[in-house]
């Protein structure tokens, strides 16, 4: 009996390897020649956009899967977008801290088109969580491979230099909400990214980030932890999903640590329901569906927690959303938080993105944690 268990443990691992490798190879089919990751070659609203945010967590996926050319390709763009925005980031760093800071809608938008355009369409633009994550990946990827960042170092010291003036502004959040709070999640990203890239700055850049590293840290800890677990925004009660970045990968907050296991066990409680994790609990987006990428990102919780069992689960849940041409959709509705929204959304944008690379790059990334092979 033990060898008929073992058998089928191995055919299901193999089945979620083969699910994986088809993601790699997808990312890699769908990834334009300027380097940009699209978020969604079909989906309305996202078609010919890439985001620095989703694109980082794809580049760090590939990097870790071993597509060393895909991830720095895209590290290309991202550096071409921000030097030929220097003239802008000195204006937002001149005028911050002043009187007349530079408006919400002057600072460096969230999403750019392949060539590096931002949109004509309007968007909730002002997020800073990208630019902080974008730091991160690059890092990490460096660190993997053993590469020198000097290739990249001018657009990391611009994004330095924009974090550090900006980092604790209100702005949007990473699903284009609540422009009027400081989220925790976006304040972990930029935590991440200024500590990844610390090492590789001059001495007074570097100073200027342990300082901001530490505040950053702090305001978390004495504004954005509720009864030990971290909260969706400075001075909310609410878990976010995205909160479970800040634990793993960015490692913010140790995942054994106190906040981290507290963190890690209320988002399981309030959002987990059998496997699928929603964003937040008021969701209404296309009625507030499960998503996929953070199921994963729940199981790299787990993983970096110990628990590889629980990870192993959140993979096979998100396996499980697959279509059968082996793409991952943005979110299901199996469990929806809100049904009477979702007819609202689709009459606006059509049907849900599918597929959409974060979901598959978030799936790559634990497929890789676990051990399990994603490369033919």
């Known amino acids: 009996m033990t060898d008929v268990v073992d058998r089928a443990d191995s055919e299901e691992l193999a089945g979620l390897s083969r699910l994986a490798r088809t993601s790699v190879k997808l990312i890699l089919r769908l990834q334009d020649e300027s380097g940009a990751y699209p978020a969604s070659p079909t989906f309305s609203a996202y078609r010919g956009y890439s985001w620095f945010r989703d694109g980082a967590f794809i580049a760090d996926a590939m990097s ?103 980092w604790s502004r209100p702005c949007f959040d990473w699903w284009e909400e609540r422009a009027e709070e400081v989220h925790v999640s976006t304040l972990g990203c930029i935590a991440a990214g200024l500590t990844a890239v610390a090492a590789a700055l001059d001495d007074q850049r570097a100073l200027d980030v342990r300082v901001a590293i530490h505040d950053i840290r702090a305001l978390i800890r004495t504004r954005g932890v509720v009864d030990g677990h971290l909260t969706k925004w400075l001075g909310s009660t609410a878990v976010d999903a995205s909160l479970l970045s800040v634990i793993h990968p960015l490692d913010v907050f140790a995942a054994d640590g106190s906040i981290g296991v507290a963190t890690i ?37 787990f993983s970096a927690a110990g628990d590889r069992e629980r990870a192993v689960d959140q993979l096979r849940w998100a396996a499980s959303t697959a ?54």
Request: hydrophobic letters at 45%; a negative charge; aromatic letters at 12%.
């Open 64 to 166: 870790a899967a071993g597509e060393i050319e895909s991830a720095g390709r895209f590290f290309d763009w991202c550096a071409r977008i921000l030097d030929a925005r220097s003239s802008q980031v000195a204006r937002i760093v001149g005028r911050a801290g002043t009187d007349d800071p530079v408006p919400d809608n002057e600072m460096l938008a969230t999403r750019f088109t392949f060539a590096g355009d931002e949109g004509e369409d309007e968007w909730w633009d002002f997020q800073l969580d990208g630019y902080g994550t974008w730091l991160w990946a690059v890092a990490e990827h460096a660190a993997r491979h053993g590469l020198s960042l000097e290739r990249w170092q001018a657009a990391i010291d611009l994004s330095v230099d924009y974090l550090l003036s900006s």
């Open 265 to 301: 066990a209320v988002i399981d409680a309030q959002l987990n329901f059998g496997g699928g994790v929603h964003r937040y609990l008021a969701d209404t987006f296309f009625g507030g569906g499960q998503w996929p990428l953070l199921s994963c990102m729940l199981g790299l919780a």
């Open 323 to 376: 279509t059968s041409t082996g793409e991952l959709p943005e979110q299901v509705e199996d469990h929806l938080l809100d049904s009477s929204m979702k007819a609202e959304w689709v009459e606006r944008w059509g049907a849900v993105a599918t597929p959409l690379l974060w979901s598959h790059a978030m799936y790559v990334r634990l497929a890789v944690e676990l051990g399990l092979e994603v490369r033919q």
